[in-house]
């Protein structure tokens, strides 16, 4: 996929002085139906997690606390991408390589994801995701 399907989106925010509210409809803020959530937390300062592509999987992933960067890779360039805000989120399509990077202490991170978890999914060598890429056979 090309980088430039990589979005950052904006997502409902009420504001509230007893505090903002933010949600996230299926299919309609995100473009797929959510099949499973997941998030990291107790992330040590600095910390570098991801470091892998997904064949069909789609996700968008919130900083719901904190502050850190993707890398985003599509086999041809790299672009990277902070995420600091609640109320907006990365779209990342499949075939999209990402290096979660530079996290702050106790950054707490969700991602929706398209699909249940799929260790098969996972391109997790970063020549053999270049090599799918470039030959087109996933
Ligand atoms: P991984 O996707 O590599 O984490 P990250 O991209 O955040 O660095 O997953 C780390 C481990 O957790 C790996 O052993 C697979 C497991 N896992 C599940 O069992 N279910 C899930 O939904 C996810 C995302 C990971």
Request: charged fraction near 25%.
């Amino acid at each position: 996929m090309s980088l430039e399907q990589c979005k950052i989106l904006d997502l409902p925010k009420i504001h509230d002085p007893r505090g903002n509210l933010t949600f996230v409809e299926s299919s309609r803020h995100i473009p797929f139906e959510i099949k499973r959530v997941y998030y990291l937390y107790d992330v040590p300062g600095g910390e570098t997690r991801g470091g892998h592509a997904h064949k069909n999987l789609q996700q968008f992933i919130i900083s719901m606390s904190g502050s850190f960067d993707v890398v985003l890779d599509d086999g041809f360039a790299k672009k990277t991408v902070n995420l600091n805000r609640s109320y907006k989120g990365l779209y990342l399509p499949s075939m999209t390589w990402r290096d979660l990077v530079n996290f702050s202490s106790g950054s707490v991170l969700m991602v929706l994801a398209s699909e249940y978890y799929d260790e098969a999914d996972y391109y997790r060598d970063y020549d053999e995701f270049v090599a799918a890429v470039k030959s087109g056979v996933k």
